[in-house]
């Protein structure tokens, strides 16, 4: 796994490949458990070493992601837990991976440190665009520091997800 400065990235949009909801576990706040085991039952749900998870089938994949065609979506739009909306950027207080210069990123008066997971598919790099440096990131950076919950960079299109394959949430 290997993390990638911001200021090495150009941009990133996902491609709904569902790479990073078949290869990990996703961790669970309690509130987060709470909702999906109120809403789908606690057999969604499994708990190990002190935390909580989602789900995974047998072939390693979220019990909530589904396929159509080569295009994945995630069934839990409207209670995405806070690691699936954070990935792949890990927005950090402290320089965790190095490169302090190229991970730097200010937003008011905070001093953050932002990289990317190498496994997306969805990283783009090269020189920062604008739209990335100011829009995409300052979106995950208020995720991560709890002050803004609606994302506008989902793995899937909800109403694409409803109008072709019938599902509901
Ligand atoms: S976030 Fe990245 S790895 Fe995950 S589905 Fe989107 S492009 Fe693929
Ligand atoms: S984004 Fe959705 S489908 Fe993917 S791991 Fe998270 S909950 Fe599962």
């Given amino acids: ?40 039952g606690v057999d969604k749900t499994v708990s190990g070493l002190n935390k909580l998870f989602v789900t995974r089938r047998n072939d390693g994949s979220c019990v909530f ?8 979506f995630c069934g839990l739009q409207f209670m995405k837990p806070k690691a699936c909306k954070l990935w792949p950027f890990k927005v950090l207080s402290k320089p965790k991976y190095g490169y302090v210069n190229e991970a730097v990123y200010y937003y008011g008066g905070d001093r953050l440190f932002i990289y990317a997971d190498s496994n997306c598919s969805g990283l783009v ?22 002050r803004r919950k609606d994302q506008f960079k989902t793995t899937a299109n909800i109403g694409f997800l409803q109008t072709y394959t019938g599902f509901r949430i």
């Fill in 1 to 40: 796994m290997l993390f990638v400065p911001w200021r090495y990235i150009a941009d990133w949009k996902c491609i709904a490949c569902g790479k990073c909801c078949k290869a990990y576990s996703v961790v669970l706040s309690f509130p987060e458990w709470l909702k999906i085991v109120k809403n789908y």
């Fill in 65 to 72: 992601l589904y396929k159509l065609s080569n295009t994945h």
């Fill in 125 to 146: 790099y090269g020189e920062p665009t604008e739209k990335f440096a100011k829009y995409t990131l300052n979106e995950f950076v208020e995720i991560a520091l709890g």
